[in-house]
């Protein structure tokens, strides 16, 4: 090898003409920063493991069948079926507490606070934001409006829209079917709510 290869150093591996000379553990605990060398050489050098855990994953998976179990019929075409009840169908449409929350009719999980429940005038219950990671929104199929979901069941809850001009944090509305929701009380009880009927039920979009 070229005397000028002697004994040079190139990340810790000494390149002679005879060997080579591959670093310890030690040597390499050394010549990194002094946060890395306060680890050790074993943390310096232990693989970094990697999260195969999908995020927002659903918690909650039934079959067709099992959802007509426990849903009503009504609940069913709106929740499952991706309906739309009818326009001030619903008793939530007009209820406001100051306290408590509105979960899912599916699978219980809270969606939203009662407090960011808003009279929008549009028909059915507004709230301009959810839970964090309890609403998922997806593009509809008609490829203008955009879909929400409970994020731990997927069941279809409405729409979103957004920059409407209303007065509230987000300027969002969270346009739902008031028979996807159910309600709790600021101390966690639910109230018991009336079915809705909306003049023929709902009616699919």
């Given at each position: 090898?070229?005397?000028?290869?002697?004994?040079?150093?190139?990340g810790?591996?000494?390149?002679?003409?005879?060997?080579?000379?591959?670093?310890?553990?030690?040597?390499?605990?050394?010549?990194?920063?002094?946060?890395?060398?306060?680890?050790?050489?074993?943390?310096?050098?232990?693989?970094?493991?990697?999260?195969?855990?999908?995020?927002?994953?659903?918690?909650?998976?039934?079959?067709?069948?099992?959802?007509?179990?426990?849903?009503?019929?009504?609940?069913?075409?709106v929740?499952?079926?991706?309906?739309?009840?009818?326009?001030?169908?619903?008793?939530?449409?007009?209820?406001?507490?100051?306290?408590?929350?509105?979960?899912?009719?599916?699978?219980g999980?809270?969606l939203?606070?009662?407090?960011?429940?808003?009279?929008?005038?549009?028909?059915?219950?507004?709230?301009?934001?959810?839970?964090?990671?309890?609403?998922?929104?997806?593009?509809?199929?008609?490829?203008?409006?955009?879909?929400i979901?409970?994020?731990?069941?997927?069941?279809?809850?409405?729409?979103?829209?957004?920059?409407?001009?209303?007065?509230?944090?987000?300027?969002?509305?969270?346009?739902?079917?008031?028979?996807?929701?159910?309600?709790?009380?600021?101390?966690?009880?639910?109230?018991?709510?009336?079915?809705?009927?909306?003049?023929?039920?709902?009616?699919?979009?």
């Amino acid at each position: 090898m070229h005397k000028a290869l002697k004994g040079l150093v190139i990340g810790g591996c000494v390149l002679s003409a005879k060997a080579f000379v591959p670093p310890s553990a030690s040597l390499l605990a050394r010549r990194a920063s002094p946060l890395f060398s306060s680890l050790g050489a074993a943390a310096v050098l232990a693989p970094r493991a990697i999260s195969s855990t999908p995020s927002h994953r659903m918690s909650v998976e039934k079959s067709e069948e099992e959802w007509r179990t426990v849903l009503s019929k009504e609940q069913f075409k709106v929740l499952r079926g991706k309906g739309t009840e009818s326009a001030g169908s619903s008793e939530y449409n007009k209820q406001y507490p100051k306290d408590g929350s509105y979960g899912c009719v599916g699978c219980g999980a809270p969606l939203y606070k009662a407090s960011a429940k808003f009279d929008s005038g549009c028909g059915w219950p507004a709230f301009y934001e959810g839970y964090d990671g309890a609403i998922k929104e997806v593009k509809d199929k008609d490829g203008r409006r955009i879909e929400i979901l409970c994020n731990s069941c997927g069941g279809h809850l409405g729409h979103v829209f957004k920059g409407e001009g209303f007065k509230n944090p987000v300027d969002a509305r969270h346009c739902v079917n008031g028979i996807c929701l159910t309600y709790k009380d600021a101390s966690g009880v639910a109230v018991p709510k009336k079915e809705s009927t909306g003049g023929g039920g709902c009616q699919l979009s």
